[in-house]
């Protein structure tokens, strides 16, 4: 399992729950949807953080990370409606999948291009 600063995944996301808690219970202002968006914002962005780490889903961690903090952002007042937020997730995939294009590369070489039959055969 990949490590984020020498710990696993797994305890981050149960230290930011459990600060998220805590404030709450010592007067942060937080309702338990917040609380909630909260936690899905960090879970996305160590998703995100391990993708990187591992080489693996990068495109689809970006993505979902940008769609946790656009929900955390309208759970604290912002004011888009959804068309609005598609079009920055559309704007948002677009740009992963320009970079994507950058980093991809074929498994295997082209191979050359088969000769054009000859007039009269039946291939």
Do not use: C
Request: proline letters at 7%; aromatic letters at 6%.
């Amino acid at each position: 399992m990949p490590r984020i600063f020498g710990r696993e995944p797994a305890l981050w996301l149960g230290l930011v729950a459990i600060v998220v808690k805590a404030g709450a219970a010592f007067g942060l202002q937080v309702t338990p949807d917040q609380q909630a968006l909260i936690n899905a914002l960090a879970a996305a962005l160590v998703g995100a953080i391990v993708a990187f780490i591992v080489h693996d889903g990068a495109a689809a961690a970006i993505l979902g990370l940008v769609q946790a903090a656009i929900a955390l952002a309208v759970g604290y007042g912002l004011d888009w409606s959804a068309d609005q937020q598609a079009v920055v997730m559309s704007l948002v995939a677009a740009a992963v999948a320009m970079w994507t294009r950058t980093q991809v590369t074929a498994p295997v070489p082209v191979k050359a291009p088969l000769p054009a039959p000859l007039a009269g055969s039946r291939e």
